[in-house]
């Protein structure tokens, strides 16, 4: 009898090596053609792998560093999180090194909880904006009992990851306790309280605005030339006609822009307006609501692909 069980065991711990080597052979597929044989790892991988997750409406996007390092910008309204990291993340992988929360909103922190809860979150990102109590009791267990550290960005900020550069444009000042924007009067709302930042590598250059709006999208042209002039934008807000203003995007003038939205969202995301205005500066346009996972690498040149694309 115990014979038998010690041969089921180690018939499943068989089992379980097969299972990780083929999804690790999945992943080298994706990433590079298949020439990688450790891609879950990334080690020395020479790219940038950035997947615009399909989660409904809401935002979540996986980033996965030269080395292997991965951070995770924003986390979906609830638990589905989960699923969808399982489409980029080996399941043997219980850590996640950095993890972004852009604004206070549902659809990007909801899921976060659930990320605290399934994973080991190496480092916590946030402006300290206060809005809902919840995800900071999350926060601080997670610091507590795993040991995360918290970066609170309060100021303009470059940082470098694994050969990359990360440029914190927004907030470039505390908003803990006031997240209207400089040189407004009326509040300017929580989307306008979004962390602003760009992602370099080799040269290839991809700005995040979570859901920033006109007022923010305002702030950036009036504070930052340079560093707006990208190849890669992440639609504002799930391309909200209050967002993506022409002269943003004339500033931008982004080769590829992706918009993450749920399917036949209530909202009408991504907007008419907004997709002819991307068309009108020439950017190629992809969408998480009809395109499913969208994924850019960032290598010598920029490899754009959508996977599970739907009916
Ligand atoms: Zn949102």
Not at 46 to 54: A, M, R, S
Not at 59 to 75: K, N, R, S, Y
Not at 90 to 104: E, G, Q, S
Not at 248 to 274: C, K, Q, T
Request: aromatic fraction near 10%.
């Amino acid at each position: 009898m115990k014979k038998a069980i010690l041969f089921i065991f180690c018939l499943l711990i068989i089992i379980l090596l097969i299972l990780s080597y083929i999804q690790m052979g999945e992943v080298g597929a994706e990433v590079d053609g298949g020439d990688t044989e450790h891609a879950g790892q990334m080690e020395g991988s020479g790219q940038v792998k950035i997947t615009f997750l399909d989660i409904g409406q809401g935002d979540a996007t996986f980033i996965e560093f030269p080395d292997g390092q991965q951070m995770l910008v924003d986390c979906a309204i609830d638990a589905r999180i989960l699923e969808a990291l399982g489409r980029v993340m080996p399941f043997f992988d219980n850590t996640i090194d950095y993890m972004l929360v852009t604004h206070p909103d549902k659809d990007h922190y909801g899921g976060c909880i659930d990320v605290l809860d399934r994973f080991e979150v190496e480092n916590i990102i946030y402006t300290g904006v206060k809005k809902d109590q919840s995800f900071y009791e999350a926060f601080d267990n997670a610091m507590d009992g795993e040991g995360a550290e918290y970066h609170h960005i309060a100021g303009e900020d470059v940082w470098n990851i694994a050969s990359t550069t990360i440029h914190f444009l927004y907030p470039d000042h505390d908003v803990s306790e006031n997240h209207i924007l400089p040189g407004f009067e009326k509040d300017t709302g929580y989307n306008n309280a979004s962390i602003a930042f760009t992602l370099e590598y080799n040269g290839n250059t991809a700005l995040f605005t979570g859901d920033a709006e006109e007022e923010e999208e305002e702030y950036l042209l009036s504070t930052y030339d340079g560093p707006l002039d990208v190849d890669i934008l992440k639609g504002g807000h799930h391309g909200s006609s209050g967002a993506s203003i022409p002269e943003f995007l004339e500033a931008v003038s982004p080769e590829h822009v992706i918009f993450s939205a749920g399917r036949e969202n209530s909202y009408g995301h991504p907007s008419r307006r907004v997709l002819k205005r991307v068309e009108r500066v020439g950017g190629a346009i992809w969408r998480t609501d009809t395109q499913g996972d969208v994924i850019v690498t960032l290598g010598e040149d920029i490899y754009v692909e959508a996977v599970g694309v739907r009916p």
